[in-house]
């Protein structure tokens, strides 16, 4: 692979976010990366100005929660009609310059999000606007600049590579930018897991669910059991089924039949402060969903794991955020969760989270495991990602 020309030094950058997730995004990169200055934005898309060009633009990654995927920002083009727009791709000077630099392993272009996750049966993911503009860009490419092989969507791209981002703000005008592979979820095109709602599914906490596994990598086995607070009606409960786990759903509401009816699951029918603690006994997972404020969950949570004769190795917990601002209060569940002797906590807004994130938490880094090609090959006691160096966190690196 071509290493990177010392000429080639991006200034701008771009962030794709949930609708309505802007302000948190540009407050939380104004304290934790204060060297970014926000600049063109609209619903679910964000870009920056870096206070100086980047010297080291392999090794750069955001410091964000809410930044679904990012990368350097190499221009926009505007048009009426897509053959158009994508010759005008590949004639940009700054992807002229970047491709004089660097080889490209795959292609990602992807709509802008409509709307809020689940609103009116919105779900981010493929467009077929976006699947004709994949082609176009294809069949306009240079021969050098796009290998014919190169990944798209759904397909594997082996980490550490570059790939070309070609984001579909207005189907007239289209942001062209690129990032590295250098994390799990930096494969998934737009930074949405390639992972549909299953006919089966009870609610489409499904997604949630098969989303925080994929991208938190738990060293989960087969058989191994997960107690899920706020599990009804039991769209989570039945990814974690789906992958294999003994699930015991803790909630006062109604699970779906077909849910009740799996031999692998069991339903205690309370709330948590409510549940007997041996419900929590020769339990590995503990997963929660309920629909109160983060500090409610994470007293819950708290109660649990810190409770003798309880051993949970690691946690998947949904922090609600009914109001935006909550999102400055991260740093500190950070640090309550790190209390509890969890020393690996990572925080994502998910794809498929709606005014809510995701925390992953594991006693140690050393546990987590990694997806080393392609999104298939699991190996265990491995890090995730590859220890780039990222902008600095003064809150610490979740
Ligand atoms: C967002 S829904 C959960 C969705 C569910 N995870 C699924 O996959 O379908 C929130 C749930 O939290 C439950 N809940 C709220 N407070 C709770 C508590 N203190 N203990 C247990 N469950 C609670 C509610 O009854 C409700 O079913």
Redesign the pocket.
């Known amino acids: 692979m071509a290493t990177m020309e010392a000429n080639w030094k991006p200034q701008f950058l771009f962030a794709v976010c949930q609708h309505g997730a802007e302000g948190a995004l540009k407050r939380e990169l104004a304290v934790r990366a204060p060297q970014l200055r926000p600049a063109f934005s609209r619903p679910g898309f964000v870009t920056f100005k870096l206070d100086e060009p980047c010297e080291e633009a392999e090794k750069f990654s955001l410091p964000s929660v809410f930044a679904r995927t990012s990368g350097f920002s190499l221009g926009s083009v505007k048009g009426e009609r897509l053959h158009e727009l994508a010759r005008q791709v590949w004639e940009l000077p700054e992807v002229v310059a970047f491709l004089r630099s660097a080889r490209v392993a795959g292609l990602h272009v992807w709509q802008r999000d409509e709307r809020e996750p689940g609103d009116r049966g919105f779900e981010p993911g493929p467009t077929a606007l976006a699947d004709e503009a994949d082609a176009a860009l294809r069949e306009a490419a240079p021969i050098h600049a796009l290998p014919a092989d190169a990944a798209g969507r759904g397909h594997g791209i082996p980490r550490n590579r570059w790939v070309l981002d070609v984001t579909l703000i207005e189907p007239g005008q289209w942001f062209v930018g690129c990032h590295r592979t250098t994390s799990r979820v930096a494969v998934w095109s737009g930074g949405v897991p390639p992972i549909e709602l299953p006919e089966h599914a009870?609610?489409r906490?499904?997604l949630?669910?098969a989303e925080a596994l994929e991208w938190s990598s738990l060293p989960m086995s087969k058989g191994e059991r997960v107690v899920?607070?706020?599990?009804?009606?039991?769209?989570?409960?039945?990814a974690l089924l789906d992958a294999g786990l003994e699930v015991i759903g803790?909630?006062?509401?109604e699970m779906d039949e077909s849910v009740l009816a799996n031999p692998r699951f069991t339903h205690v029918r309370?709330?948590?402060?409510e549940?007997s603690r041996k419900v929590f006994r020769h339990v590995q997972w503990l997963a929660a969903?309920?629909?109160?404020a983060p500090r409610?969950t994470l007293d819950?949570v708290e109660a649990v794991v810190t409770h003798p004769g309880i051993h949970i190795r690691g946690m998947l917990l949904?922090l609600k955020l009914p109001e935006w601002e909550l999102a400055a209060e991260l740093p500190a569940y950070v640090e309550r969760v790190r209390g509890w002797g969890y020393k690996d906590v990572r925080l994502r807004q998910l794809a498929f989270n709606r005014q809510e994130i995701c925390l992953a938490a594991l006693r140690s880094r050393s546990q987590r495991r990694v997806l080393r090609s392609a999104g298939k090959q699991r190996e265990p006691r491995r890090r995730a990602d590859d220890g780039h160096a990222s902008l600095p966190a003064p809150h610490g690196d979740f």
Request: aromatic content about 6%; hydrophobic content about 35%.
């Open positions: 009870v609610s906490a499904y949630k669910m899920e607070l706020g599990s009804a009606p039991g769209g989570a409960s039945q803790v909630d006062p509401a309370s709330r948590t402060v549940t969903d309920m629909n109160v409610y819950a949904t």
